[in-house]
């Protein structure tokens, strides 16, 4: 097992390694006072883990209620977070008690954001079990649900007390929402870390996931630590993001996130080299290892349409999208993009 200590409002650890679920308990019990827990799970991940987690809990003498939605984005939506907040309430949940959030990044950003809401604020655990949640969206303290207007548009910044990541969760996981969460780690090794990249070229999705899984959270805390609150250095975090989202927008959600974030990554690659801000051999290693993932690196969405979907992300601010730029693998700069030039950007990278 290796630990990650991030230091940031809140200090926690972020426990990574095999066999890791059944010590839940413990280390619930461990963050002290607790005498009840609520796990917040979703419909395909609590059948094959929610027994485990209740038993290890209990075990530990704590009294576990659970609640369970259904699978799938549409669920991080003010409803649910409402009924969230209700079965909190309705079982008595109080401020020394505990949420523990067991799934992807809709159960973690749901269940966070009603942790940062419940009684102002009641301590949550983190255990994600797609690769996305445990390199990405379990680790920093991002929390939200999504609205009508669009997606995460209401969440607050509030860090969990604990991460538990059990690599074997993965080992359930469809390969195609494994590939999602690859897309995200070939980003860490595109935005800070050469050897890291080199290892996924080498290793393709048979890389070492405790080591890999290890070093991208190590990658995180360093940003969080340094910008928790997302004003200047995480911003880098949205390489691939900020187009991808364009992507995902106009596919109405049909293409996954991580599939949509490596094509922005492709086209943010292709223009940059059009414009004199990356080499092309960088640009080819990129793409290389986006397909060697079997992510895409191409769309038939039209830069007219990009554009359109690109400016209604929250990212933008006032006249300008800040775009995440490579210029070499481990070294990315944050262009701040006039959004009269933007179209002719994505334009180039198609
Ligand atoms: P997800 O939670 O929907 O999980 C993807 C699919 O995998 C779902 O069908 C789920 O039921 C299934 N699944 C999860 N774990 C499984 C397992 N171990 N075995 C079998 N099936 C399993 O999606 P995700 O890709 O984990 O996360 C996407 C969400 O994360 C989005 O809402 C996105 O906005 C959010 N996100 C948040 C942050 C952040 O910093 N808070 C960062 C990135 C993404
Ligand atoms: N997923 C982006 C961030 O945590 O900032």
């Known amino acids: 097992m290796n630990t990650v200590t991030i230091r940031a409002s809140k200090t926690y650890d972020i426990h990574i390694g095999s066999g890791l679920l059944p010590t839940l308990g413990e280390e619930a019990k461990g963050l002290g006072k607790a005498r009840k827990v609520c796990i917040v799970s979703e419909t395909n991940v609590f059948p094959i883990y929610g027994e485990a987690a209740k038993q290890s809990l209990e075990a530990a003498g704590l009294e576990v209620v659970s609640f369970v939605f259904p699978a799938g984005e549409e669920s991080k939506c003010g409803e649910v977070f409402l009924k969230l907040l209700n079965f909190l309430a309705e079982n008595k949940l109080t401020r020394s008690d505990l949420i523990v959030a067991l799934g992807g990044g809709v159960v973690g950003d749901l269940a966070g954001f009603a942790a940062a809401s419940f009684l102002r604020g009641i301590r949550f655990l983190q255990v994600p079990t797609t690769?996305?949640?445990?390199?990405?969206?379990?680790?920093?303290?991002?929390?939200?649900?999504?609205?009508?207007?669009?997606?995460?548009?209401?969440?607050?910044?509030?860090?969990?007390?604990?991460?538990?990541?059990?690599?074997?969760?993965?080992?359930?996981?469809?390969?195609?929402?494994?590939?999602?969460?690859?897309?995200?780690?070939?980003?860490?090794?595109?935005?800070?870390?050469?050897?890291?990249?080199?290892?996924?070229?080498?290793?393709?999705?048979?890389?070492?996931?405790?080591?890999?899984?290890?070093?991208?959270?190590?990658?995180?805390?360093?940003?969080?630590?340094?910008?928790?609150?997302?004003?200047?250095?995480?911003?880098?975090?949205?390489?691939?993001?900020t187009i991808g989202h364009g992507v995902e927008a106009k596919s109405h959600f049909g293409l996954s996130h991580g599939k949509s974030?490596?094509?922005?990554?492709?086209?943010?690659?292709?223009?940059?080299?059009?414009?004199?801000?990356?080499?092309?051999?960088?640009?080819?290693?990129?793409?290389?290892?986006?397909?060697?993932?079997?992510?895409?690196?191409?769309t038939d969405y039209s830069a007219d349409e990009l554009?359109?979907?690109?400016?209604?992300?929250?990212?933008?601010?006032?006249?300008?999208?800040?775009?995440?730029?490579?210029?070499?693998?481990?070294?990315?700069?944050?262009?701040?993009?006039?959004?009269?030039?933007?179209?002719?950007?994505?334009?180039?990278?198609?």
């Open 131 to 241: 690769l996305l949640a445990a390199v990405d969206s379990s680790v920093g303290g991002k929390t939200a649900i999504d609205l009508p207007a669009g997606k995460n548009l209401a969440g607050a910044f509030y860090q969990p007390s604990l991460v538990l990541c059990d690599t074997d969760t993965l080992n359930t996981l469809p390969q195609d929402i494994f590939r999602d969460g690859c897309a995200e780690v070939i980003k860490y090794g595109v935005l800070y870390d050469p050897q890291l990249f080199a290892h996924l070229e080498e290793k393709g999705l048979a890389f070492d996931r405790e080591s890999v899984i290890t070093r991208c959270v190590e990658l995180k805390r360093d940003v969080v630590m340094e910008d928790e609150f997302d004003t200047g250095a995480r911003m880098k975090l949205n390489l691939g993001h």
């Open 261 to 298: 974030v490596a094509t922005g990554m492709a086209i943010v690659c292709r223009a940059a080299v059009k414009n004199g801000l990356c080499d092309g051999e960088t640009c080819d290693r990129i793409l290389n290892a986006l397909k060697e993932f079997g992510l895409p690196t191409a």
């Open 307 to 350: 554009y359109t979907y690109t400016l209604s992300d929250k990212k933008r601010s006032g006249g300008t999208v800040s775009l995440i730029i490579p210029r070499a693998i481990g070294d990315c700069a944050i262009v701040p993009t006039p959004v009269e030039t933007l179209k002719s950007f994505i334009q180039a990278g198609l």
